[in-house]
């Protein structure tokens, strides 16, 4: 079984919002991931926990504010979100943090009204 | 930092048709090598990959890549497209070290429609 969830599928939010996308994976992968997907545009990479640390940030605003409670969870905390943030936010795991495969989920589409 | 080129955009194919999608890299140690498609619809699923060994990978649903490391490609091939291989094809890089080590970069994408 490869699967990753996330949910919501959809989230609409104001730019004073505080909302939370979640991610879960059961494969025992130690390393996690959140993209950032624009339309028409591949994905890029946001953040990467390895062993449940944070391992790799890529220069993105504080107003993405991630944490990984477990091996099994991933949560992306939003904040003061801008219009320009609305995109669709994928998960990936992958079973050591490195140049291993990763395995993706079916993204959370975000709207920042 | 590693990059990745994909040559089209759009390709447009009939059915029955083979399929190359062109994928370039630049990077300048050794990477793992993947392709991955989006369908419409669905999200990201691996195709095929390439770490090591024989360049010559072969992938679900007929898909095949050959790696050749002296033109820093990756392309991807199919000897007869169906129309449900319409989708969206992502080759991305993953390097085996140095300062892009784990950070998976995507080319662009190549939408492939292939017509009944």
């Known amino acids: 079984d490869t699967e990753v969830t996330q949910t919501p599928k959809h989230l609409v939010m104001g730019m004073t919002n505080k909302k939370s996308l979640k991610c879960e994976q059961h494969?025992?992968?130690?390393?996690m991931y959140w993209y950032k997907q624009k339309a028409k545009k591949p994905p890029e990479l946001m953040f990467v926990y390895s062993y449940e640390k944070l391992s790799i940030n890529e220069s993105v605003p504080s107003r993405f504010s991630p944490e990984c409670p477990n091996s099994s969870l991933l949560n992306l905390h939003l904040h003061a979100l801008q219009p320009e943030d609305s995109a669709l936010y994928l998960c990936a795991s992958s079973r050591l943090a490195g140049p291993d495969t990763q395995y993706f989920g079916p993204g959370t589409r975000l709207t920042v009204l | 930092a590693q990059s990745v080129s994909q040559h089209n955009h759009h390709v447009i194919l009939s059915e029955a048709a083979s399929l190359e999608l062109g994928c370039n890299y630049s990077?300048?140690?050794?990477?793992?090598l993947f392709w991955y498609v989006q369908y419409p619809g669905q999200h990201l699923q691996l195709l095929l990959k390439?770490?090591?060994?024989?360049?010559l990978v072969k992938g679900i649903k007929g898909f095949e890549a050959e790696f050749i490391k002296s033109k820093f490609s990756f392309n991807l091939r199919k000897p007869s497209v169906q129309w449900s291989d319409t989708a969206e094809y992502f080759c991305?890089?993953?390097?085996?070290?140095?300062?892009?080590?784990?950070?998976?970069?995507f080319g662009q994408g190549t939408i492939l429609t292939v017509q009944p």
């Open positions: 390439y770490f090591s060994g024989d360049p």
């Open positions: 494969m025992g992968h130690r390393a």
């Open positions: 991305a890089v993953n390097a085996q070290g140095g300062t892009s080590y784990g950070k998976l970069t």
């Open positions: 990077y300048g140690g050794t990477v793992n």
